[in-house]
């Protein structure tokens, strides 16, 4: 009967400890990867309208990257320095998801080049 009692306590420990450890991993911070797209200047009118007319492309894309828009916008408030004209922030799980997006609109991508002063990056958070 003693070695029973035993081993239910060794089974019941082992769980007790299974969903502590499980809970700890579960509650670990995950990463977020952010595409991050400034546009300082616009160059070239005709081509920035013309950029913005397949912008719903990129809203396709983003959600077939499993992406999400925080920000999209060109009103912003200065708090010190210059702000850029136009910015966009989108979210991704992954870095290769972030990375998969940019990759996918390389046309976007020329034309914002081409009819701006502009810059993308990929920041990496919490």
């Known amino acids: 009967m003693r070695f029973q009692h035993t081993i239910a306590l060794a089974v019941a420990i082992g769980l007790g400890f299974g969903v502590i450890a499980t809970r700890g991993l579960a509650a670990q911070a995950k990463r977020t990867f952010y595409v991050v797209i400034e546009i300082d200047e616009i160059t070239d009118a005709d081509g920035y309208k013309a950029m913005t007319k397949i912008g719903p492309a990129n809203i396709v894309e983003v959600k077939?990257?499993?992406?999400?828009?925080?920000?999209?916008?060109?009103?912003?408030?200065?708090?010190?320095?210059?702000?850029?004209?136009?910015?966009?922030?989108?979210?991704?799980?992954?870095?290769?998801?972030?990375?998969?997006?940019?990759?996918?609109?390389?046309?976007?991508?020329?034309?914002?080049?081409?009819a701006t002063k502009s810059r993308a990056f990929i920041v990496e958070g919490l």
């Open 64 to 114: 077939h990257a499993d992406g999400r828009y925080l920000a999209r916008t060109d009103n912003l408030t200065a708090l010190d320095g210059a702000t850029p004209k136009r910015f966009v922030m989108i979210a991704f799980d992954t870095n290769d998801k972030a990375n998969g997006f940019y990759q996918n609109t390389k046309e976007m991508t020329a034309m914002r080049i081409k």
